[in-house]
């Protein structure tokens, strides 16, 4: 039986005088083309909400169940920022600093800052805000599964756009990430605008073109 996201990191806050606490994580970090996702995601001190317990890290469910959630998330009036940065800014700074790009504007998209941010494995430099990594955040932390949540739907409907104007990658399936068939995509196409030419899998097919 796999264990849910608990609300244990955020009440602890809350006992120490935290008020507004935000879980963060990405999706897309290792994908070949597309954007980096980031969302942030404020619960209230008691998420009571009835979607609560169908809550778990993005990855482990499926893309009905992560849409049916997040649309309960929006409904349910809880705070969401979200920030997005494109492939070529990956390719000009790399993956790892345009995730923390991305997070930086999920942070910027609340008109009230939070107080303290959990985040998924990763810390964000240069900010007067308390915070804390928490490897495999998103399997442990509601907030930061929320987040997880949030992002990857973003993500997908972002891919799902670009798969309309870029049919012959296939994206609406492996949505960008590095799949056999999306690298025979490469190998018999090339790469797009959308594609993170840095990645060595795109670097290297890019060659053949």
């Not at 949030?150 to 972002?158: L, N, P, Y």
């Not at 025979?184 to 795109?202: I, K, M, S, Y």
Request: proline share 6%; net charge positive; charged share 20%.
């Amino acid at each position: 039986m796999i264990n849910r996201p608990n609300h244990d990191e955020e009440s602890a806050l809350y006992g120490e005088g935290y008020r507004r606490i935000a879980g963060f994580d990405e999706a897309g970090r290792g994908a070949l083309a597309g954007p980096v996702v980031a969302a942030a995601v404020i619960l209230p001190q008691k998420p009571d909400f009835p979607w609560i317990p169908m809550v778990r890290d993005s990855k482990l469910l499926s893309g009905k169940k992560r849409e049916s959630i997040f649309s309960l998330m929006r409904d349910s009036g809880i705070e969401i920022g979200i920030g997005i940065v494109p492939p070529q800014v990956i390719d000009s700074i790399n993956i790892l600093n345009a995730t923390k790009k991305a997070m930086i504007s999920a942070l910027n998209a609340f008109a009230q800052p939070p107080d303290y941010l959990l985040i998924d494995a990763l810390t964000l430099p240069g900010l007067r805000i308390r915070q804390k990594g928490i490897i495999k955040g998103d399997r442990t932390v509601l907030s930061i599964a929320c987040a997880s949540i949030a992002a990857k739907v973003t993500r997908d409907h972002i891919m799902l756009e670009l798969d309309v104007t870029y049919p012959q990658y296939g994206f609406c399936n492996h949505k960008g990430y590095g799949t056999a068939h999306h690298i025979d995509c490469l190998r018999r196409h090339g790469a797009c605008r959308h594609h993170r030419l840095t990645f060595a899998p795109v670097r290297e097919l890019s060659r053949l073109i």
